[in-house]
């Protein structure tokens, strides 16, 4: 487990205290950052990290000058991802692959990106970053039409990376993987509220936190991506249950667990699968920690043989 309280070290935007932005040079790749940049109050310059706009124009920016897209843009209401954080996700993952694999760039890596969203994020960064493709999936009609239009207008996502839409909200992983499928791993961020009473306390302290005068996050999430009956736990157990099926098509399923009380009961979950491996893999970002958990069903022995 990771004890450091910065980014992966492969992070673009690593700095002495966690993110670091140019934002001069964000703003001249995107001049739509322009107006929301601001002198901070110890010098230099920033954003209101509480004006949903400028937040959407920085990771818009980021995008642009740093994992080649051409146009990314989001609908209101939709998760607007803050790309720093997001990538970490991409670079532990491909440690994990490294030390599974003994390699983890080139397009015969294919991952399934669960709950892709409208932002298509970590399709976008794992293409840029080490030549991935992908399969992304989603229960929303709009975010799987929006994510098709993004790769209309990249080109160089279009080749690398295909959309499915999951009609049937029951199941994870039925419907998406097909019988050809064969995926280096899975990823996930699970929606963590149990019921929409829960999501929108959780937005409104967000709002409180970053001062914010106003309790609508613009880009803040939909329902789907925000909660779903019973909440994070019950959602990645039941993607624990319905990896089983699909054993040998898929080398490591991970996903993202917010609340570390959470991680004794997905263990069991785990052993009650028989998993071959299981690791939890630790993430800092400044002083926020994350993690994700990694399962596999293939014996290690194979492992270096998967692709």
């Not at 990106?113 to 840029?128: E, F, K, M």
């Not at 052993?271 to 993690?291: E, P």
């Amino acid at each position: 487990m990771s004890k450091s309280k910065a980014l992966h070290h492969r992070n673009r935007h690593l700095g002495a205290k966690g993110a670091a932005y140019d934002l001069p040079h964000l703003s001249a790749v995107n001049p739509g950052l322009s107006p929301y940049i601001q002198t901070a109050k110890h010098g230099g310059e920033t954003i209101d990290f509480s004006n949903d706009l400028a937040v959407k124009e920085l990771n818009k920016s980021l995008l642009m000058a740093y994992y080649k897209v051409q146009f990314w843009d989001l609908p209101e209401q939709f998760l607007c991802p803050p790309v720093p954080g997001r990538a970490d996700y991409i670079h532990y993952l491909a440690d994990l692959l490294q030390d599974s694999l003994g390699q983890y760039r080139g397009s015969k890596i294919k991952g399934l990106d669960i709950g892709t969203g409208a932002n298509l994020i970590y399709p976008i960064v794992g293409h840029a970053e080490y030549d991935w493709r992908f399969v992304g999936s989603d229960i929303d009609k709009t975010s799987v039409k929006w994510t098709k239009q993004l790769l209309d207008f990249n080109p160089n996502l279009k080749s690398a990376v295909k959309v499915r839409m999951q009609s049937n909200s029951s199941q994870i992983f039925a419907g998406i993987i097909k019988q050809t499928d064969r995926f280096a791993f899975s990823m996930c961020n699970p929606p963590f509220h149990r019921n929409a009473e829960e999501a929108e306390k959780g937005s409104r302290r967000k709002a409180r936190n970053l001062n914010q005068q106003s309790n609508k996050l613009n880009f803040g999430g939909r329902s789907n991506e925000l909660w779903c009956e019973g909440g994070e736990l019950q959602f990645i157990n039941n993607m624990v249950d319905e990896s089983q099926m699909f054993q040998q098509q898929v080398l490591w399923f991970t996903t993202l667990v917010s609340k570390k009380e959470h991680l004794s009961a997905i263990y069991q979950q785990l052993k009650t699968v028989n998993a071959q491996q299981v690791k939890t893999i630790d993430m800092a970002q400044g002083n926020k920690v994350s993690r994700f958990v990694a399962w596999s069903f293939v014996p290690e022995s194979e492992h270096s043989n998967w692709l």
